[in-house]
């Protein structure tokens, strides 16, 4: 798959700490980071491959004081190998928010703009 370096993204994205949660159609949890997020999906290295168009549910924490749980549908999947002897592989996933509470997108906008203009969101 080739990648078209053409900007078509519709919201800001910024580099986030928070931790997510993924359940699996076949209702395995995988925790991993988030390695950017907007108001319309998030981007983390997940341990486990899933197939573009799966529905899946998500937990994202260190956002609001509470979970921000929601439904999202993968977008894209890479395979990127560790530096490590065995080459474990890990997938650069790219996800979109389908099932989201407004208040929700409400508090992540507010963290983008807190870190796209250089304020700690702490």
Known sequence: MNWDSRERRKFVRVKCPCEIRVRTP???????NIENISAGGLRAFLKERLSPSTIIEI??????????????RIVW????????PEDTPFYDTGMEFCDIK?????????????????????
């Open 26 to 32: 076949k209702k395995r949890v995988i925790s991993t």
């Open 59 to 72: 937990d994202i924490y260190g956002i609001a004081k509470e979970a921000i749980t929601c439904t999202a």
């Open 77 to 84: 999947v890479f395979t990127r190998k560790q530096p490590t």
């Open 102 to 122: 407004d208040d929700y997108i409400k508090e992540i906008k507010r963290l983008v703009a807190e870190i796209a203009s250089g304020k700690d969101p702490t």
